[in-house]
């Protein structure tokens, strides 16, 4: 029986996690905008977004829009 080492799964996951998101570097500040709007977004990608490109992301009552969406203030 062979046991992976915990770096060997660290380094998959961080290369299937860069394979998601390929797709969404490949975008323009207006595709990833509308992208998110649509729903075609998951919260890995609108949080990788947001960690590499915080000035894009519009923002809602002073949060994220992807985040704030989802608050009571926004669904009244």
């Given amino acids: 029986m062979t046991q992976s080492l915990l770096i060997d799964q660290i380094f998959q996951d961080l290369s299937t996690?860069?394979?998601?998101?390929?797709?969404?570097?490949?975008m323009t500040a207006g595709q990833r905008v509308a992208a998110m709007r649509?729903?075609?977004?998951?919260?890995?990608?609108?949080?990788a977004r947001a960690a590499r490109y915080p000035e894009q992301v519009p923002l809602l009552n002073g949060e994220f829009e992807y985040l704030a969406a989802f608050t009571p203030e926004v669904w009244e």
């Fill in 38 to 47: 649509r729903g075609e977004l998951n919260l890995l990608q609108c949080s």
């Fill in 17 to 26: 996690r860069d394979a998601r998101l390929r797709s969404l570097w490949l």
